[in-house]
């Protein structure tokens, strides 16, 4: 047993000094993205495969957004389906009724990245409610909120009301997913491991003791929640274009609410969490689909297992390595290294 | 005018289902501040007793009322025991989603035993008066007046009753209180009891006024009426059964003037409007944050 | 022109006076102390300095500025830090971030730039680390920098905490009973330490305490509340035999 442990140690060290290198975070976006044109163009991987690992990274910008707002500022959204739907509109309604077919490739990151903004404008809204009310109640807004989003649209005809809205084509590829997935992981990490993240991480342990230490809580709320519905319309734009058909039941609570098992299966305030939770429970869907509905009456059975043993979820609190940046996994050491060199040069 | 006097009968009728079941959130809030976020699904569970007690064992309005409220309410106890009491003093989040999980649990275990939706049985005499030109049902005069029956010996209880008493003292003070000898895990199951039974009282009307029921019936409803518990001020008994009247008429009302698909969109945007500008409802009181 | 200057300040929560018209004036590098029995209103002055309430009635001026209707966060940035009287420290977060989210209101970088880890924030997070760093050993805790504070003793809580208060750059602190829970002598070294602050710092303090002894020992001068009015002010000496004070905290009964 001792010797099991040594040998763990030692390849764990190994793993820390790979990750440490200057070339593995490059190498890893180049292969990612060489493999992922590979996959999608030569079919390289099933079809079916590949639609999975869409709606995984799918999956992951989603949970990973809304761990900002629940895992790391420790307030409760319900309502994240519908920033969801706000991009998953906007982009399909660019592609198929704006944008020229001829460039629709070309134009489909800029629908794409509209859909973002545009949820973001409105997750800009929903800020200012949370600006007073907190806890239930604000989670009691967000719930409201992804409420009038889903009849909203369903009462506009001219977005096919509840009917729903096609047209879009295929455009969500793998190295499309793949880019946005890996630019919604590095923005939230930067912010994250930044004064302002610093400033969303003293709202969850204390809002007033926040305040009173000069963070500027309005502030930071708006950013969280810019940011977060920002992702959210761009998950949305992607899933769109992956399934070619929208409606707006699909952005109901119950959408959010399986955002949520995701965010809390992998962990709260935890990058490597929310990634670990989202791949888990999309392929255990996908891996129980011959159960029928059955699957959908274990699920949440898990969620209240977990909640009971392990509310924090899989990595709660806790981050891997691999999405620390150096400067403050080594703030310390850097420091103490830097003080003996002045403390020696003198002498 | 008689027209009138026909949608207000009809907003008493919806607004009490509302009521009946915006007091199960209201109770379970007040004495663990705690969302229970199944309990619109449990309001789905009591339609579904209600129509298996009706059709297999074909017993009459009142049996069937008793034993569905009576099913309904172990229901909620248990659900209680099992998945709410571990997370006591756990974050007030993990308790959240576990309603959640147990709601969807309940939905998905229904829909997994009974694919399609259900018929149930006229079980009251369907009779109709008019008085002038409005008409009125035998059904909504049940509803009603048992509904407001159930809530006055609600309020009885918890305002006369030596038990009523320990449940607002518990959600007065919950660190003092059990220190004082009350049982606070009993009257926790007690208030699950009434709040839930409540709740499978109103699914069992709401069953008989509109009889299709399918196990998603109880989310939308389920929302209003946490709408409606909210608006009247959570944790308050009387705040529950005003805000349930008030959203019923709303809804009857925007469904009177406007096409029917906006109603969902007026309710829930009355809520937000609501909230931010007095976010403690009607008759709640705002919580001053301690320093 | 006095530090800090607050006239006719009144509070009243839904009818009950929690301060009523309290005037004070206090000069740059004093140490006044704030007594009272439990419940006096000692506190509550404190959050109508700081902003967490806003004042009913009366005015607060904090080196010529208006303090209320200003938000904590800007009167933390004029120059007010503040401790609790029961420890709220970010439990979960390091001792480091402890501290470094106390510099909040001191970085310069624009949420843009936080977000792509580009221009001014590779330099000014390096600025904010050293400086909490710094800090931190000179309160012997950049040790414990890497540990989550709910893990640090009790004492070492208590200290992180007026650390990261004075990491906001304060002219002004207020400590709110840094006593609690201490024994004689830990009373004992409390004051030296407070006295060692006032001199390392350069900061003007006020302190909250119902413990005499601590503020007998080292304030300069003192201000007497009960139920929310001033009873008395003036020097140790004159407080201790003030019979309105020896009435506030034994009973009128046994006064006599």
């Given at each position: 047993m001792p010797k099991l442990k040594a040998v763990y140690q030692t390849l764990l060290n190994k793993w820390y000094a790979v990750i440490a290198h200057r070339f593995f975070w490059p190498f890893f976006l180049i292969a990612g993205l060489l493999f992922s044109i590979a996959a999608s163009s030569f079919d390289l991987i099933d079809l079916y495969v590949q639609l999975i690992l869409i709606y995984v990274g799918i999956n992951i910008i989603l949970t990973i957004s809304l761990n900002l707002i629940n895992g790391y500022m420790g307030e409760f959204s319900i309502g994240h389906a519908g920033f969801m739907a706000i991009g998953a509109y906007i982009a399909s309604l660019l592609t198929v009724n704006i944008f020229p077919p001829s460039a629709i490739n070309f134009l489909f990151p800029v629908a794409v990245l509209a859909g973002g903004l545009g949820a973001a404008l409105i997750g800009l809204l929903v800020a200012v409610p949370s600006f007073k009310t907190r806890g239930d109640y604000l989670a009691i807004v967000t719930l409201a909120f992804g409420m009038i989003v889903k009849s909203g649209i369903e009462n506009i005809e001219a977005i096919g009301g509840p009917r729903g809205f096609l047209g879009m084509e295929k455009l969500t590829t793998l190295p499309w997913v793949f880019f946005w997935t890996v630019l919604s992981v590095w923005v939230i990490r930067n912010l994250v491991y930044s004064n302002f993240g610093r400033g969303v991480l003293s709202i969850r342990e204390d809002e007033i003791a926040s305040d009173l230490m000069s963070v500027n809580t309005r502030q930071v709320k708006v950013i969280v929640f810019v940011v977060s519905s920002f992702f959210a319309g761009i998950a949305g734009g992607l899933f769109a274009h992956a399934l070619q058909y929208i409606n707006p039941r699909m952005f109901d609570i119950l959408k959010s609410t399986d955002i949520l098992i995701m965010v809390y299966l992998g962990g709260i305030a935890s990058i490597a969490g929310s990634i670990i939770g989202a791949v888990i429970y999309t392929i255990l869907l996908e891996v129980l689909r011959p159960l029928g509905i059955w699957r959908m009456v274990f699920m949440p059975l898990m969620l209240v297992l977990l909640m009971i043993y392990r509310p924090r979820g899989i990595m709660g609190l806790r981050e891997a390595r691999l999405f620390v940046p150096l400067r403050d996994l080594l703030a310390v050491k850097f420091w103490k290294q830097k003080k003996k060199e002045a403390d020696d040069a003198p002498a | 005018m008689a027209y009138i006097f026909q949608q207000i009968l009809n907003a008493l009728q919806l607004g009490s289902i509302y009521a009946l079941i915006a007091l199960g959130y209201t109770m379970v809030y007040g004495i663990l501040t705690m969302i229970n976020f199944a309990h619109g699904d449990l309001f789905m569970v009591g339609a579904f007793f209600c129509f298996l007690i009706a059709v297999y064992l074909k017993l009459s309005f009142v049996p069937t009322l008793l034993l569905s409220v009576l099913g309904v309410a172990c229901l909620g106890v248990v659900i209680e025991r099992l998945a709410y009491k571990p997370l006591r003093n756990a974050p007030r989040v993990s308790a959240i989603i576990t309603a959640l999980g147990v709601g969807l649990f309940l939905e998905n275990f229904t829909l997994a035993l009974s694919p399609y939706p259900k018929h149930i049985p006229a079980l009251i005499a369907d009779k109709t008066w008019l008085i002038g030109s409005v008409s009125i049902s035998s059904l909504q005069i049940i509803i009603i007046a048992l509904s407001l029956s159930l809530m006055l010996v609600l309020d009885f209880i918890v305002q006369r009753t030596k038990a009523g008493m320990a449940m607002r003292a518990i959600s007065w003070d919950k660190t003092v209180v059990p220190l004082m000898g009350v049982p606070v895990n009993k009257i926790i199951s007690l208030t699950f009891a009434i709040g839930t039974g409540l709740g499978g009282a109103a699914g069992m009307m709401y069953g008989l006024a509109y009889p299709v029921i399918d196990p998603y019936m109880g989310i939308m409803v389920g929302w209003k009426a946490f709408i409606s518990a909210v608006v009247g001020g959570i944790g308050n008994i009387r705040g529950a059964m005003i805000g349930g009247f008030i959203l019923g008429s709303v809804e009857i009302m925007v469904a009177a003037f406007l096409p029917s698909t906006y109603r969902d969109f007026v309710a829930f945007t009355l809520l937000l409007i609501l909230l931010i500008f007095r976010p403690y409802g009607i008759l709640g009181k705002p919580n001053p944050q301690k320093v | 022109m006095p530090l800090l200057e607050i006239r006719n300040l009144t509070h009243r929560f839904e009818g009950l006076c929690a301060v009523s018209d309290f005037n004070f004036t206090l000069a740059s590098n004093e140490l006044v102390g704030i007594i009272g029995p439990n419940g006096a209103g000692k506190t509550t002055v404190f959050n109508l300095i700081t902003g967490v309430y806003r004042a009913t009635e009366g005015s607060i001026y904090f080196t010529g500025n208006e303090l209320v209707g200003r938000t904590p966060h800007q009167i933390t940035k004029l120059g007010i830090a503040r401790t609790f009287q029961n420890i709220r420290l970010?439990?979960?977060?390091t001792v480091l971030d402890n501290v470094r989210i106390a510099r909040y209101g001191q970085a310069i970088y624009s949420p843009m730039e936080a977000l792509l880890h580009i221009g001014r924030y590779n330099a000014e997070e390096k600025r904010i680390t050293d400086h909490a760093m710094e800090l931190l050993s000179i309160f012997k805790l950049d040790d414990a920098a890497n540990e989550r504070s709910k893990n640090l003793p009790y004492g070492l809580q208590r200290k992180l905490e007026i650390a990261r208060a004075l990491a906001t750059d304060p002219q002004l602190l207020l400590l709110d009973e840094p006593a609690a829970g201490m024994n004689p002598n830990e009373i004992k070294q409390l004051m030296e330490f407070i006295g060692w602050i006032r001199k390392t710092f350069q900061v003007t303090i006020i302190l909250i305490e119902h413990q005499m002894r601590l503020v007998m020992g080292i304030c300069e001068r003192l201000m007497v509340l009960d139920f929310g009015a001033t009873i008395a002010e003036g020097l140790p000496a004159q407080i201790q035999n003030n019979v309105k004070v020896m009435e506030a905290y034994l009973g009128k009964e046994l006064v006599k």
């Open positions: - | - | 970010f439990k979960e977060l």
